[in-house]
T-cell receptor, first 113, second 114 residues
Framework: AQSVTQPDIHITVSEGASLELRCNYSYGATPYLFWYVQSPGQGLQLLLKYFSGDTLVQGIKGFEAEFKRSQSSFNLRKPSVHWSDAAEYFCAVGARGTYKYIFGTGTRLKVLA | KAGVTQTPRYLIKTRGQQVTLSCSPISGHRSVSWYQQTPGQGLQFLFEYFSETQRNKGNFPGRFSGRQFSNSRSEMNVSTLELGDSALYLC?????????????FGDGTRLSIL
């Protein structure tokens, strides 16, 4: 069955520290992969996407993610976190031919000043 | 360009009632998807519409239904509300709904069941 796993429910980092949010997927073929961010009381905003090609993709707000086929992972990274990055982050898979996206359960990021 | 608009933002209902939520997609977007978001469950896919046709449906009971109009606006209806239906309902739109298209989300409708 297709699934997306975000093993960390909560993560706390200090401002200026580096960040890595984990995402693992289960899918029969190379999926379309996305990372979204949700601030309190708002909808989701796309950070970046991976379809094919270069496995390191750059997104908005200084985020990047690396696709690793051998590990079925698509981890999100940022070299230096800002207090405004505190939010909930969702990894998603576009299941080919289904018009359906499968989301992970999210990772809530807290940033300490 | 206006974003995805969901109305109302907040709703309070009691068990047994029914509710209708509305979603206006970005102009030019013809695909609309609905999700239920609850703490710990993440986003659960409800259904997707394109050109007034439902193309996919998630694992929700028949009390959850939707439709799409010719102008791509969509509505979602929940009948015989239960306490467990309390959630944030998110609508997302994309141009044609292909699974390689990023979805643009509205801010959601917060539904509370008393």
């Amino acid at each position: 069955a297709q699934s997306v796993t975000q093993p960390d429910i909560h993560i706390t980092v200090s401002e200026g520290a580096s960040l890595e949010l984990r995402c693992n997927y289960s899918y029969g073929a190379t999926p379309y992969l996305f990372w979204y961010v949700q601030s309190p009381g708002q909808g989701l905003q796309l950070l970046l996407k991976y379809f094919s090609g270069d496995t390191l993709v750059q997104g908005i707000k200084g985020f990047e993610a690396e696709f690793k086929r051998s590990q079925s992972s698509f981890n999100l990274r940022k070299p230096s976190v800002h207090w405004s990055d505190a939010a909930e982050y969702f990894c998603a898979v576009g299941a080919r031919g289904t018009y359906k996206y499968i989301f992970g359960t999210g990772t809530r990021l807290k940033v300490l000043a | 360009k206006a974003g995805v608009t969901q109305t109302p933002r907040y709703l309070i209902k009691t068990r047994g009632q029914q509710v209708t939520l509305s979603c206006s997609p970005i102009s030019g977007h013809r695909s609309v998807s609905w999700y239920q978001q609850t703490p710990g469950q993440g986003l659960q896919f409800l259904f997707e519409y394109f050109s007034e046709t439902q193309r996919n449906k998630g694992n929700f009971p028949g009390r959850f239904s939707g439709r799409q109009f010719s102008n791509s606006r969509s509505e979602m209806n929940v009948s015989t509300l239960e306490l467990g239906d309390s959630a944030l309902y998110l609508c997302a739109s994309s141009v044609t709904g292909g699974d390689n298209q990023p979805q643009h989300f509205g801010d959601g409708t917060r539904l509370s069941i008393l």
